[in-house]
C-alpha cells in the first residue's frame, strides 16, 4: 500500500512553517521568521510541493497545528488548511500542537515519567499539558498556568522524571528552581507533526472540515475603542 503524502502546516507561533511528508519521511520543509504568515504561506506551501516534486493532486491529507497558540497565527493555518481540503476533497487532520512537542520531548528521553510541553503565552504565563511515559495517557489536559515555584504542586507530578519542552521551557529558571527537570531541544517546525498526523491516517481519524477551529485555550484579548467625545 502506497504511503500518504501529507502536507503539514505549522503557524501557531512567530515562525511560519510547511512540510511534507511520505509515511515517515519529510520531503520537504520552508520556514519564515518574520512573522507575516498571510503573505508568505501559500508561497512556503509552492516551495515544498517543488522540493518534493508534488502537486497539490497528489496530496492525500493536509495536516495542521490547532493550537494553542496565538489566536491571529493559529487562525491563519487552521483556515488556509480547511480551504485545501475543502477544495482538494482531501482529509483534514487537526493536530495538538502540545502533543506533538511530547512527542518529540519522548524521542530524546523515551524512559520519562512525564513529559511536559510548554507554549509561551506572554508574561509568566504558559499554555501546558502533562503527558505519561507512553502519551497515551494525557495526565493534565491542555491548559492555561503562571509559572511559579507551586507549579509541580499543583499539577501533581512532584515524584518523577520530568522532560520540559517548547517555546514556554526557556522561562522556567525564571520561576521555578526548586524541582529538577530535563529539557528537550525542539526546534520550532512543521516537521513536528509528522508521527501525529500519520497516526491519525493510518486511524481515518479525520476531522470535520466544516466544524474544524483553532483551539484557543483562551479568548482573544481584543479592546474595545472607547466612544470618542463630540464636542457641540
Not at 84 to 110: C, D, H, N, R, W
Request: aromatic share 6%.
Amino acid at each position: 500500500m502506497k504511503e500518504p503524502l501529507i502536507l503539514l502546516i505549522e503557524t501557531s507561533g512567530p515562525i511560519c512553517s510547511v512540510g511534507i511528508s511520505r509515511g515517515t519521511v519529510l520531503l520537504g520543509l520552508a520556514e519564515d521568521r518574520h512573522g507575516e504568515h498571510t503573505r508568505v504561506l501559500n508561497e512556503l506551501i509552492r516551495k515544498v510541493l517543488e522540493q518534493s516534486q508534488s502537486s497539490l493532486e497528489d496530496l492525500d491529507a493536509i495536516a495542521v497545528n490547532e493550537g494553542p497558540g496565538s489566536f491571529t497565527s493559529l487562525r491563519i493555518g487552521v483556515v488556509a488548511a480547511k480551504g485545501m481540503a475543502y477544495a482538494l476533497e482531501k482529509p483534514l487532520i487537526l493536530v495538538s500542537g502540545l502533543k506533538a512537542l511530547a512527542t518529540k520531548a519522548q524521542e530524546q528521553f523515551p524512559e520519562a515519567n512525564y513529559y511536559l510541553p510548554l507554549i509561551d503565552a506572554r508574561r509568566d504565563e504558559v499554555y501546558l499539558a502533562v503527558y505519561s511515559r507512553n502519551l497515551k495517557e494525557e495526565l493534565i489536559k491542555p491548559v492555561a498556568q503562571i509559572l511559579d515555584n507551586e507549579l509541580n504542586v499543583r499539577l501533581n507530578i512532584n515524584g518523577g522524571n520530568c522532560v520540559i519542552v517548547g517555546s514556554g521551557a526557556a522561562k522556567w529558571a525564571n520561576f521555578i528552581s526548586n524541582w529538577p527537570v530535563l529539557m528537550a531541544e525542539v526546534a520550532f517546525s512543521a516537521s513536528n507533526l509528522l508521527k501525529l498526523a500519520l497516526t491519525k491516517w493510518e486511524l481515518e481519524d479525520f476531522d470535520s472540515i466544516s466544524d474544524a477551529k483553532p483551539f484557543y485555550l483562551k479568548e482573544p484579548n481584543i479592546t474595545i475603542p472607547k466612544e470618542k467625545l463630540i464636542s457641540r
